[in-house]
T-cell receptor, first 113, second 112 residues
Framework: NAGVTQTPKFRILKIGQSMTLQCTQD?????MYWYRQDPGMGLKLIYY???????DKGEVPNGYNVSRSTTEDFPLRLELAAPSQTSVYFC????????????FGDGTRLSIL | QKEVEQNSGPLSVPEGAIASLNCTYS??????FFWYRQYSGKSPELIMF????GDKEDGRFTAQLNKASQYVSLLIRDSQPSDSATYLC????????????FGSGTRLSIRP
């Protein structure tokens, strides 16, 4: 059981470049999330999705886009990368339900130079 | 006002003592509360969740929830060096039960 898989694990981008961070889960979870974590800080919610075709903004959505065409996949798109987007990005998923915990991927460490 | 607030620490506790971590939240309609542990360079891992007022115990860990005062705490008894990590409080927001917001985390250091 793979759980939540994120790719790539590391990436260096130049300012202005674009890229997509991939996230896939094999637990048939309907809720999926993207967070960013800056050094020494907590997790900030970027976007989340409650099911295929449904997405919503979190705390820090500017500069990012998401899509949810399938239950399994929830890619995060960075357009026109900026140094402020240097961070560790975590994808998480959970079953619907108030007491259901999130399952996290291993993270993508992204540097914008 | 931040939605979920934690003291960033670091909190230094001697081995064998009780570590007490606190978290406050702003959304009075929040439903579920989670404590995650995160080691440096790793992803968060769930320690406990609680959704009813009172205490919930699991081994050396006790979560305490007081909805009237809007705070949730985590007690770690018989602290071990392996407990040294950052502890993240997470809240499932009441206005949107699907949104989960994290605090900034508290760094805990257990000194031998």
């Amino acid at each position: 059981n793979a759980g939540v898989t994120q790719t790539p694990k590391f990436r260096i981008l130049k300012i202005g470049q674009s890229m997509t961070l991939q996230c896939t889960q094999d637990m048939n979870h309907n809720y999926m999330y993207w967070y960013r974590q800056d050094p020494g800080m907590g997790l900030k919610l970027i976007y989340y999705s409650v099911g295929a075709g449904i997405t919503d903004k979190g705390e820090v959505p500017n500069g990012y886009n998401v899509s949810r065409s399938t239950t399994e996949d929830f890619p995060l798109r960075l357009e026109l990368a900026a140094p402020s987007q240097t961070s560790v990005y975590f994808c998480a998923s959970t079953l619907q339900g108030g007491d259901q915990p999130q399952h996290f991927g291993d993270g993508t460490r992204l540097s914008i130079l | 006002q931040k939605e979920v607030e934690q003291n960033s620490g670091p909190l230094s506790v001697p081995e064998g003592a009780i570590a007490s971590l606190n978290c406050t939240y702003s959304d009075r309609g929040s439903q579920s509360f989670f404590w995650y542990r995160q080691y440096s360079g790793k992803s968060p891992e769930l320690i406990m969740f609680i959704y009813s007022n009172g205490d919930k115990e699991d081994g050396r860990f006790t979560a305490q929830l007081n909805k009237a005062s809007q705070y949730v705490s985590l007690l770690i008894r018989d602290s071990q060096p392996s407990d040294s990590a950052t502890y993240l409080c997470a809240v499932r927001a009441g206005s949107s039960a699907s949104k989960i917001i994290f605090g900034s985390g508290t760094r805990l250091s257990i000194r031998p």
